[in-house]
């Protein structure tokens, strides 16, 4: 987890000043992780630093929030009367045009007081760079540091139909997730997508399959079989981390017939799932998208992709 330099870019485009309020650190329980935050601005949010009476207290300051930042300490079960019990360090800031486009995009340090950066900062800098790491978001010595979020997986989602809409919708607000979303024209996405979302309108979308990065994750579900097809067959040929078609268990047994006979092997065929999601959960949009999140976000899902990472 880091800054989201481009949801903040695009919220302070689109509402003026923005207040980012981050979780700095922690002592005991707490309803968020440090580096978890939410933008806020006059008449609105996103994002969220646990609910309860801590993040409407931290919303109500933020809107009147006259100093550049601030650093400011909570006691959650005295002060708040929440049952985690722990204490929590808010660092809040606020943006406007100006400040946004002065942040680094690799590491963002800073402090609510003036001065010079601090020799305990410089180190855990210089170890981070020495170890070619982001440093974990932390507060140390009255800085706050945290790493720009990089997405560390790519999604294409292939088709822009009711399950593709819906995919959309559930997944963009993952943190670790960049979506690029493929479909045959412009009409057939929906008139505003969402902030870290990429959709590329292309006649011939299988055509874009050889400039998908090699690790990338694919959902393919467009209104074709004929396209879905064609996809599967640039895939195999081209490499991917993973990928999933939309289907049943009797279009899977054509397409493996058809795929076979374009020349792919069985054990190349088998990378590709079909059906996605969980069945058991039924077959509408939102349904095939929560079992499709589900399993991209399942524990074993990550440990191998932190082992692909690491290979």
């Known amino acids: 987890m880091g800054l989201d330099l ?12 923005v207040t980012r309020v981050v979780i700095a650190a922690i002592k005991g329980s707490s309803p968020r ?11 609105g949010q996103s994002g969220t630093i ?18 550049r930042s601030r650093l400011t300490h909570h006691a959650l079960g005295p002060d708040m009367g929440q049952c985690c019990g722990g204490a929590v360090s808010l660092f809040s800031e606020v943006f406007d045009a100006n400040a946004v486009d002065a942040l680094d995009d690799t590491v963002i340090v800073r402090s609510a007081s003036d001065g010079d950066i601090p020799l305990s900062v410089k180190r855990l800098l210089a170890a981070a760079r020495g170890q070619g790491i982001a440093p974990q978001p932390q507060l140390i ?3 706050m540091v945290e790493p720009v979020h990089k997405p560390a997986r790519t999604l294409w989602i292939w088709g ?12 963009h607000p993952l943190p670790d997730l960049a979506i690029t979303w493929v479909d045959t024209a412009p009409e057939r996405f929906p008139e505003t997508i969402p902030t870290g979302v990429t959709s590329v309108p292309a006649a011939k979308p299988a055509e874009l399959v050889r400039h998908a990065p090699p690790d990338a994750e694919h959902l393919v579900l467009t209104y074709s079989h004929n396209l879905d097809l064609e996809l599967c067959n640039r895939l195999l040929s081209h490499d991917f981390r993973i990928a999933g078609l939309i ?7 054509r397409f493996r017939s058809r795929l076979a006979a374009l020349g792919h092997a069985p054990e190349r065929i088998n990378r590709i799932t079909c059906p996605i999601g969980d069945t058991g959960l039924g077959k509408h949009p939102q349904m095939i998208a929560v079992g499709v999140a589900a ?3 399942r524990p074993a899902r990550q ?3 932190k082992k692909d990472l690491s290979a």
């Open 50 to 67: 646990g609910g309860g009476v801590l993040e409407y207290e931290a919303v109500k300051v933020a809107r009147t929030q006259t100093v």
């Open 6 to 17: 481009e949801a903040l870019r695009e919220a302070v485009k689109t509402h003026g000043t």
């Open 303 to 305: 440990n191998e992709l």
């Open 141 to 143: 010595d009255g800085w």
């Open 160 to 171: 822009a139909g009711h399950v593709g809409r819906a995919l959309v919708d559930v997944l």
């Open 247 to 253: 289907g049943s268990a009797t279009k899977w047994a």
């Open 33 to 43: 992780e440090v580096g978890a935050a939410m933008l806020v601005w006059q008449n």
């Open 295 to 297: 399993e991209l976000l």
